[in-house]
């Protein structure tokens, strides 16, 4: 199992494919709790295109379980001003019937302003990982129903 699905959109940013290609490749190891009695990872990721004019990227649901009440919202894509990559990111009670838009209620302002991190055009690989460290912060503090509070280890 991986931390995202691939998903093809012509209009999305060659930066957020990049990214999400990379994502799609990814394994759970280190990331996600293993579960096992189920012999497979507490893990739930899904990602979705994500249109806001010249920023068309993709947006990254993540949680412990498809019946979580708490999913981290990662978006990423190229700033529409600049060449710049960014990551945004908002936590939603659930996954929702529709993947998440501009009009998620929980997407705010405070969340424009203050969640969205920037990195130059060709740095890839630090956009990657920086999604990597939301989840894997997020994880552990999210706890779906009957699941335990995950705790990992540190270094």
Not at 15 to 44: C, F, H
Not at 108 to 132: C, G, L, M, S
Request: with cysteine; proline share 8%; net charge neutral.
């Amino acid at each position: 199992m991986y931390l995202s699905n691939f998903v093809y959109d012509p209009s999305m940013k060659a930066p957020a494919m990049a990214v999400l290609a990379l994502l799609s490749k990814t394994e759970l190891n280190g990331i996600a709790e293993w579960d096992s009695e189920n012999n497979k990872y507490r893990y739930d990721g899904k990602a979705y295109p994500f249109y806001n004019g010249r920023e068309n990227g993709f947006v990254l649901q993540a949680s412990n379980s498809p019946l979580s009440n708490r999913v981290i919202n990662i978006y990423c894509s190229e700033h529409r001003s600049s060449d710049d990559i960014f990551v945004e990111h908002w936590v939603s009670k659930g996954h929702g019937i529709n993947p998440p838009s501009l009009e998620s209620p929980e997407r705010t302002e405070e969340v424009y302003r203050n969640f969205r991190k920037f990195f130059p055009y060709k740095d890839i690989y630090p956009a990657y990982e920086y999604i990597k460290e939301l989840i894997k912060n997020h994880l552990p503090i999210e706890v779906a129903p009957g699941l335990r509070k995950i705790t990992f280890p540190t270094p």
